[in-house]
Nanobody
Framework: QVQLVESGGGLVRPGDSLTLTCAASGLTSSKYTMGWFRQAPGKDREFVAASKRIGGNVYSSDYADSVKGRFTISRNNVRATVALQMNDLRPEDTAVYYC?????????WGQGTRVTVSS
């Protein structure tokens, strides 16, 4: 059973930084694309960032335009974690953030961690 568990959400002020972490179990996460999505109140879930395996231990990163230059996705394959470093947070970044992967023919989601950006 694949399990994704997010942590690190919270209430921050505009301009602050926050790091989210996703701990993966039940799969060899290093083999799969791992991503982050978010869902703001009253809106659809949207893509934020992804780390895709190109080959071996080489990965490429992809970001939504709205977070490019502010957010960074990274992996720790030894710990089977994926982190999302979020800098210069804005009120529009307020959402529940979900970890995601597709493995064994299924899409897997974590339970989400809430990020609120407010002054």
């Amino acid at each position: 059973q694949v399990q994704l568990v997010e942590s690190g959400g919270g209430l921050v002020r505009p301009g602050d930084s926050l790091t989210l972490t996703c701990a993966a179990s039940g799969l060899t996460s290093s083999k799969y694309t791992m991503g982050w999505f978010r869902q703001a109140p009253g809106k659809d879930r949207e893509f934020v960032a992804a780390s895709k395996r190109i080959g071996g231990n080489v990965y490429s990163s992809d970001y939504a335009d709205s977070v490019k230059g502010r957010f960074t996705i990274s992996r720790n394959n030894v710990r089977a974690t994926v982190a999302l470093q979020m800098n210069d947070l804005r009120p529009e970044d307020t959402a529940v953030y979900y970890c995601h992967t597709v493995a064994r023919g299924n899409a897997w989601w974590g339970q989400g961690t809430r990020v609120t950006v407010s002054s």
